[in-house]
């Protein structure tokens, strides 16, 4: 009887050891969560750098960039993919979090949100929709389904948080 006790407690402090999920330490900076490993990937945090091109004589456009074509963190694409973020409680991480693909121009990873013309400016970008799962309180994952390969980044009010699915 003994023995069945023991083994019993063991498969549940293992079955709770697995369910576990590391939980950022950081407000407002988000990582990607390997179920797998359950093991916490940060992303590539970067400054917004903004740029401004005249497009001929008559247009112009502007947006935010990061140099080089490809994020220092590279994560494998799957058909579903979860990312992490601490909030403060009772913050919508979707009123905080834009997630973004980048275009690749020359050298550098390249979001356009402003076109300009000689009559007309418009000012806009394509948001990909993600859903989120709360983990507990102020802590939720960020679900994003079916991307293609590429860079993309997650920002915030100050922050880039990029990377590069394959």
Same mark, same amino acid.
């Given at each position: 009887m003994k023995r069945h006790i023991g083994i019993l407690l063991l498969?549940?402090?293992? &079955?709770?050891? #697995?369910?576990? !999920? /590391?939980?950022?330490?950081?407000?407002d900076k988000p990582a990607y969560f390997n179920a797998a490993t359950n093991e916490l990937i940060e992303l590539e945090k970067s400054q917004?750098?903004?740029?401004? /091109?005249? #497009?001929?004589l008559f247009s112009a456009e502007g947006g935010f960039y990061l140099n080089g074509i490809k994020s220092s963190v590279t994560i494998k694409n799957k058909s579903t993919l979860k990312f992490i973020v /601490? &909030?403060?409680?009772? !913050?919508?991480? !979707?009123? &905080?979090?834009d997630l973004v693909k980048f275009e690749i121009r020359k050298d #550098?990873? &390249?979001l356009i949100t402003t076109k300009a013309k000689a009559t007309s400016t418009s000012t806009s970008f394509d948001k990909i929709n993600y859903t989120i799962e709360k983990v507990k309180d102020g802590y939720y994952y960020l679900v994003v389904k079916n991307l293609a390969s590429g860079e993309y980044?997650?920002?915030?009010?100050?922050?880039m948080?990029?990377?590069s699915l394959e």
């Open positions: 498969l549940l402090s293992s &079955v709770y050891g #697995k369910a576990q !999920t /590391k939980l950022p330490e950081f407000n917004y750098n903004t740029m401004a /091109k005249a #497009k001929g /601490k &909030v403060n409680p009772g !913050t919508d991480p !979707t009123s &905080v979090f #550098k990873r &390249v980044f997650f920002g915030s009010g100050d922050f948080f990029a990377f």
